[in-house]
């Protein structure tokens, strides 16, 4: 087996698959996405043009798009944690980690993208629009979480994946404060998880890359 990752340790959506990679302990080499290695990144610009990352390569064949990825490892590199059950919590599974992915990391992001904006292009309608949302987001996640430790109950899944970066870097941008104790304990319990914990500390000396200005927390 060879499984090569192209990543960076501060990107949210690479912790989403680094985080199921870790948790299973499956053997990978980590092709990182920085300046000291940068023929990384012209490697994943010929495998998908795009040039959006993380990229799994398996024995050289591409696969792309977060939740993809942790389905071929599902698929083909089964580890100890059931990523996508069968059945209803399967289905529940899969909606979570859309809404993670589309209702909470892609609202946070686009404040964190104004910020990158040169001046005379930012957008604060769009960033006003994009936290009302990730409010509401919120919101429904403190209403609807189950009771469990994780997304789902008691398995740690792929919409804990999801959620534990979406969760991580939304705070960041809108906190989500004490009105939402049920949403707060959740992402508390996500930063323990070992998997977790071992992608925050990776990701800690990039944290100046964070435009907003990172927290002095977590």
Known sequence: MT?????????????????????????????????????????????????????????????????????????????????????????????????????????????????????????????????ERLRIAYDWLEANLGDGPWAIGDAFTLADCAAAPSLFYADWVEPIGPSRPRLAAYRARLLAHPAVARAVDEARPYRNYFPLGAPDRD
């Open 3 to 131: 499984l090569e990752l192209f990543a960076h340790p501060f990107s949210s959506y690479c912790w989403k698959v680094l985080i199921a990679l870790y948790a299973d302990e499956t053997p990978f080499t980590y092709r990182a996405l920085d300046e000291q290695h940068p023929d990384n990144m012209v490697e994943l610009k010929r495998r998908w043009p795009f040039g959006q990352f993380p990229l799994l390569l398996d024995n050289g064949v591409t696969v792309v798009e977060t939740t993809p990825i942790i389905e071929h490892l599902h698929a083909c590199h089964r580890g100890p944690n059931d990523w996508i059950p069968e059945g209803e919590a399967g289905r529940r599974v899969r909606f979570l980690d859309r809404f993670f992915d589309l209702h909470v990391m892609d609202q946070a992001s686009v404040s964190v993208f104004n910020a990158l904006r040169p001046e005379g292009e930012k957008d604060p309608f769009g960033v006003a629009k994009s936290l």
